[in-house]
């Protein structure tokens, strides 16, 4: 459907409805930006709109290149600023049009209020951050503060580690989202330069195999359209506002059940996926475990194999899915671990314990658990600004987190800055 069609959607599928098509899929040497766009064409996105900022500038460029070859046909806007491009998709998700639109850093900022009426409004809006340092001083280097910003606003938010699961998480994002339950906007953030730049072999699916899995956006009774008078963002101050506050969470709360739909017919049709909200790596016996965001994975894995051949039990534990939050599959993945080093790429200034973002969402989640010997959290902050984390910076936390384990030496409520000059 496109931006100015004006005819009545074909009812949507339910998302249980399970239709095979032929698994066929070209393999390519891409970017994580070039994997979203390439999820943007295969979902027929009707308008998307640009404005250019590093790291998340090469979508848009990838994009205009596809529509420039004749292989991709939408309505393509270049805006006078991040909070117009925001504004514009805003208001075509509100008539029927499947959306995409991004930025980084400040860009995201800049775009703030438009960020926040969006969810409000419970319109489907699919972005992507490409995560990177807050000004100032000037960085481009990748940062999860940016993103993390909107994780009480309603925003679903998630976090991807490869150009593949870049790829496959938009169409999953698409479809989650515009699901009449839930009809929350969704942040994928793709951590700057370390996958929006890097290229590795990404399965690019055929159409047919998208259009299986993806069901037109259908807003039924609630399109705005001259045969459907409804009214957009009425003024309701406390007469509405906290039953329409409470809608919000109720679908924040179904999200995960969607997304488990969505995950299992996803891994049906494409034979991969895996689990849809964390991933576990080397926990069966592990003693301690690491835990962490999107790229952090790799060196963090790297490190977890060398230190098994040590003989030292540590595993490491990647959330995909931060909001909605997986607190059963973190308590679950974490209940026999003695102690929790969780590394974040973010900051909370003033926090509790002064630490990361993710480490205080992980204490929430762990505190109800009521075990007997909770696992001892530590927070780690490392990589701001796109500094390398190295295997060795990881054996130096994995060495800390067992000291805790073992009640050696080491404060659990304190955090540690590591690879930063003193």
Not at 109 to 119: D, N
Not at 141 to 160: I, Q, S, T, Y
Not at 346 to 355: N, R, V
Not at 402 to 416: I, L, P, R, S
Request: with cysteine; charged share 25%.
């Amino acid at each position: 459907m496109s931006a100015v069609d004006t005819a009545i959607p074909t009812p949507k599928k339910s998302p249980l409805d399970v239709v095979i098509a032929p698994r066929t899929e070209n393999e390519e040497l891409i970017s994580g930006s070039e994997a979203i766009a390439h999820a943007v064409r295969l979902a027929n996105v009707d308008v998307i709109t640009a404005y250019p900022i590093r790291p998340y500038d090469t979508v848009m460029q990838y994009v205009s290149k596809m529509i420039a070859d004749g292989d991709f046909d939408c309505e393509f806007i270049v805006a006078e600023s991040e909070h117009s491009q925001f504004e514009i998709v805003k208001h075509a998700s509100a008539v029927g049009a499947r959306v995409f639109a991004g930025s980084s850093g400040v860009g995201w900022f800049y775009a703030f209020e438009a960020l926040a009426v969006t969810a409000g409004l419970r319109l489907p809006m699919v972005a992507m951050v490409g995560n990177r340092a807050l000004d100032d001083p000037g960085a481009f280097g990748v940062e999860h503060n940016d993103a993390l910003a909107v994780r009480d606003l309603g925003w679903m938010l998630c976090w991807v580690s490869t150009a593949q699961e870049a790829l496959d998480t938009a169409l999953i994002a698409y479809r989650v989202a515009e699901d009449p339950r839930i009809f929350l906007p969704c942040a994928i953030s793709c951590d700057g330069a370390f996958l929006t730049h890097s290229q590795s072999i990404v399965k690019v699916p055929s159409q047919a195999m998208v259009d299986s899995f993806l069901p037109r956006y259908d807003r039924g009774d609630k399109r705005l359209h001259p045969d459907n008078p409804i009214t957009i963002a009425p003024q309701v101050n406390e007469d509405w506002l906290m039953e329409m506050r409470r809608q919000s969470d109720e679908a924040a709360r179904r999200a995960s059940d969607v997304l488990i739909e969505a995950y299992r017919d996803f891994n049906a049709k494409f034979g991969r996926g895996g689990e849809p909200f964390i991933e576990r790596y080397m926990m069966d016996d592990a003693e301690v475990a690491l835990v962490g965001m999107g790229t952090m994975a790799m060196p963090v894995k790297v490190a977890v194999r060398k230190m098994r051949e040590q003989g030292k039990k540590v595993g490491f534990v990647r959330v995909r899915w931060f909001r909605p939050f997986p607190t059963r599959e973190l308590q679950d993945a974490l209940a026999d671990v003695h102690a929790v080093g969780v590394i974040d790429r973010d900051f909370s200034f003033g926090s509790a314990f002064f630490s990361g973002v993710l480490a205080n969402e992980l204490r929430s989640a762990l505190y109800p658990a009521k075990k007997k010997n909770q696992p001892k959290i530590l927070s780690f902050i490392a990589g701001l600004g796109g500094r390398e984390v190295s295997t060795g910076n990881v054996m130096k936390m994995t060495k800390t987190v067992f000291d805790a384990a073992n009640g050696v030496g080491t404060d659990a409520q304190d955090t540690y800055w590591i690879g930063a000059r003193e």
